[in-house]
C-alpha cells in the first residue's frame, strides 16, 4: 500500500500497471509512447510543465505532486483515482497534515475546455461537473432569485446536476421554501460553508429536509455568489456544490479550495450567459 510522504503519492501497484499498458497501446497512430512522447503531449494540451524525468519517475513508483499527477493522467486519459489510492488522493486530512489538492490544474483546465466559441450548454456543464468532482464536489446547483419577495415566488431560475428523482422530491414536499441554504445566501456576499446553517435553531421542515437529503448521498458542501457588483437588479445569482458523503475537517479543507471554487463559479456563470446570449441572438 502507497503512503503520502513528503515527497508526494506514488501509483498503486494496479496504477503503475494501467501506466504501463497505456503506454505500450501507444497514441492513435498505433505507435509507441515514449516519455517524451508523454511530456510533450502534458506541455501541448495543459498550461502546467512536466519534464521528461518525471513522467518517468512517476512510471517507476516514484512520488510526485498532485499537479503532475494530475497533468500525467489527463495526458493519458486516465482517471487519477484509477492510477493513485483515491483514499490518498481524497484523504481525510488532520489540521496538522492538511495540504491542498491541485486547484491550479483544475481550474486551467477547466478554463481551456470552456474558451470556445462553439462550446454548448451540455458541454459547459459537463466540464463543470468534472472540475468540481476533482475538487471532492458531487452536485451543483446554479440558482437565481428575487431579492427582497416572499421566499415562495423568489426563485426565478434553477440549473443543477442532481439526479431527477431527488429533483422531484424536492419539489413535491416545497423544500425550497424551507431551504436555509436559500435563506442564507440571499445574503452573503463571498463563499461559505453551508454547514453553517446547522449552528443556528433550524425546525422540523429543515431537519427532515437534511435527512432526506443524506439518505440520498446529498451532504453539506459550500454556497458561492455570483452577482456581478455592477447588476443593478434586484437579484441573487449563488451556485452551491455539495458533497455524496460527510468529511472530517472541511472547514480546515474549504480554506485550501475556496479561491478556487469562487473562480470556477463565476467562470461558470459567465459562460453560461454567454451560450444563453447566442442562442437567443440565434433564434
Given at each position: 500500500m502507497?503512503?503520502?510522504r513528503t515527497r508526494g503519492i506514488t501509483a498503486t501497484v494496479a496504477g503503475l500497471q494501467?501506466?504501463?499498458e497505456v503506454k505500450a497501446s501507444g497514441g492513435k497512430d498505433g505507435t509507441r509512447l515514449t516519455f517524451e512522447g508523454i511530456a510533450d503531449r502534458i506541455s501541448r494540451n495543459a498550461q502546467t510543465s512536466v519534464d521528461t524525468s518525471t513522467v518517468r519517475r512517476f512510471f517507476n513508483g516514484k512520488g510526485m505532486d498532485r499537479d503532475?499527477?494530475?497533468?500525467?493522467?489527463?495526458?493519458?486519459?486516465?482517471?487519477?483515482?484509477?492510477?493513485?489510492d483515491p483514499n490518498e488522493w481524497h484523504p481525510v486530512r488532520s489540521r496538522q497534515t492538511s495540504q491542498p489538492v491541485a486547484t491550479?490544474?483544475?481550474?486551467?483546465?477547466?478554463?481551456?475546455?470552456?474558451?470556445?466559441?462553439?462550446l454548448s450548454m451540455l458541454q459547459l456543464q459537463t466540464y463543470f461537473t468534472e472540475s468540481i468532482n476533482e475538487l471532492g464536489f458531487k452536485f451543483w446547483t446554479y440558482i437565481q432569485l428575487d431579492k427582497?419577495?416572499?421566499?415562495?415566488?423568489?426563485?426565478?431560475?434553477?440549473?443543477?446536476?442532481?439526479p431527477n428523482y431527488w429533483v422531484e422530491h424536492y419539489s413535491n414536499k416545497d423544500y425550497q421554501s424551507v431551504d436555509p441554504v436559500i435563506n442564507q445566501a440571499v445574503n452573503e456576499a463571498?463563499?461559505?460553508r453551508s454547514s453553517t446553517v446547522l449552528q443556528k435553531s433550524i425546525n422540523s421542515e429543515q431537519k427532515e429536509l437534511f435527512r432526506d437529503a443524506q439518505e440520498v448521498g446529498i451532504y453539506m458542501g459550500c454556497s458561492i455568489p455570483v452577482t456581478s457588483i455592477s447588476d443593478r437588479t434586484n437579484r441573487s445569482q449563488f451556485v452551491t456544490l455539495v458533497k455524496e458523503k460527510e468529511v472530517s475537517n472541511w472547514e480546515q479543507d474549504f480554506l485550501y479550495v475556496s479561491n478556487t471554487l469562487t473562480s470556477l463559479a463565476y467562470k461558470f456563470y459567465s459562460k453560461m450567459y454567454q451560450i444563453k446570449n447566442r442562442e437567443f441572438d440565434d433564434f
Open positions: 502507497p503512503t503520502q494501467k501506466l504501463r503532475s499527477i494530475l497533468a500525467i493522467c489527463r495526458a493519458l486519459g486516465l482517471e487519477v483515482t484509477e492510477i493513485v491550479s490544474v483544475i481550474l486551467n483546465t477547466f478554463l481551456e475546455n470552456i474558451n470556445s466559441e462553439s427582497n419577495n416572499h421566499l415562495q415566488s423568489q426563485v426565478r431560475e434553477i440549473v443543477s446536476n442532481y463571498q463563499a461559505w
